[in-house]
């Protein structure tokens, strides 16, 4: 089946500081890749749509500056989180489709902490 | 827009039990997906079963099965003979095929857990 990789699987960073998180397809060409945000007994609320080699669609509420993604090749795309604080504490999730095909295939998920 | 609703927030059964999730959605569209996704405590989110819209049979992978009721948008998950393993949060989404895009929603979640 299909692989997704996420990169790191957790992370600390101090408040005012940026963080990259890599999602990776391992097996296959993702067209496009999704970034969603899951708090703590929560859903999974999406951030944006990512397809390669354009611009991501951010969802209404979504800062575009605070949170940079970038899908530069049809194997990785990058979520930025810049200038962090402790709201953005949370639990990031990234998933990807291949060309043509509806089913998403997600990443074991990043785990950020802003002290 | 669309939105999912999973009204229980919680359930527990006993091991072999046999247990529903309920799931509804509203939705203006014809063409769409239905899915259901578990995630366990390790957090990786794992696809149950999924369910085109535009069939009328009911989906099933092997002990799980779903009670697709296109009039009602309802979209109910039954889980037979339930094992330890099946202890995780539940996850109905909804994807709109006619935006393109494959944007998933998600219902609010029902946490499983199965007793020994």
């Known amino acids: 089946g299909a692989v997704v990789s996420q990169h790191p699987s957790r992370v600390i960073c101090k408040s005012g500081t940026s963080v990259k998180i890599e999602c990776r397809s391992l097996?296959?060409?993702?067209?496009?890749m999704f970034w969603y945000r899951q708090f703590p007994k929560k859903s999974l609320m999406l951030m944006a749509t990512?397809?390669?080699?354009?611009?991501?669609?951010?969802e209404q509420g979504v800062e575009k500056d605070k949170f940079l993604i970038n899908h530069a090749s049809l194997t990785l795309s990058t979520l930025t989180v810049t200038s962090a604080h402790p709201e953005d504490s949370s639990f990031y999730i990234c998933?990807?489709?291949?060309?043509?095909?509806?089913?998403?295939?997600f990443g074991p998920g990043t785990r950020l902490t802003v002290t | 827009a669309q939105t999912v609703t999973q009204s229980q927030p919680e359930m527990s059964v006993q091991e072999a039990e046999t247990v529903t999730l309920s799931c509804t959605y509203d939705?203006?569209?014809?063409?769409?997906?239905l899915f259901w996704y578990k995630q366990p405590p390790s957090r990786q989110m794992i696809l149950v079963i999924r369910?085109?819209?535009?069939?009328?049979q009911n989906a099933t992978e092997n002990r799980f099965s779903v009670n697709f009721q296109k009039a009602a948008k309802s979209f109910s998950l039954k889980i037979s003979d339930s094992q330890l393993g099946d202890t995780a949060m539940y996850f109905c989404?909804?994807?709109?095929?006619?935006?393109?895009?494959?944007?998933?929603?998600f219902g609010q979640g029902t946490r499983l857990t199965i007793n020994p």
């Open positions: 998933s990807a489709s291949g060309q043509g095909e509806y089913e998403q295939y």
């Open positions: 097996d296959f060409q993702a067209t496009t």
């Open positions: 990512s397809n390669e080699g354009s611009k991501a669609t951010y």
């Open positions: 939705t203006s569209e014809n063409n769409y997906y």
């Open positions: 369910q085109e819209a535009y069939k009328q």
């Open positions: 989404a909804f994807m709109n095929l006619i935006q393109g895009a494959q944007k998933l929603v």
